[in-house]
């Protein structure tokens, strides 16, 4: 079983900043990468940010390049992601995922945190 546990979420203003943690725990859990998606009222989720577990290569959405950073930590199997100069646009429920080894898609998901971005 694979769980995955995100905090940071909250109400901030525009132009503020938050981060997000993820905590990914299970037996035998082995990941090629983690990733960060989001999804807003009457909208499909759409992906964010991803970084490859071995090597730390990083991917962005257009819509955040610049303002958003995602970074991992090996040792206690997290996941982060740094927002800044935040917009009204970026409200929504974010969620992190794991895409393991050896699979084609991201498998496990967490539960979300919702961002709520102040105008």
């Known amino acids: 079983q694979v769980q995955l546990v995100e905090s940071g979420g909250g109400l901030v203003q525009a132009g503020g900043s938050l981060r997000l943690s993820c905590a990914a725990s299970g037996r035998r859990l082995s990941m090629y990468a983690m990733g960060w998606f989001r999804q807003a009222p009457g909208k499909e989720r759409e992906f964010v940010a991803s970084i490859r577990w071995s090597g730390g290569n990083t991917y962005y959405d257009d819509s955040v390049k610049g303002r958003y950073s995602i970074s991992r930590d090996i040792r206690t199997n997290k996941v982060y992601l740094q927002m800044n100069s935040l917009k009204a646009e970026d409200t929504a429920v974010y969620y992190c995922?794991?895409?393991?080894?050896?699979?084609?898609?991201?498998?496990?998901w967490g539960q979300g945190t919702q961002v709520t971005v102040s105008s």
């Open positions: 995922a794991v895409h393991p080894v050896g699979g084609t898609e991201y498998k496990y």
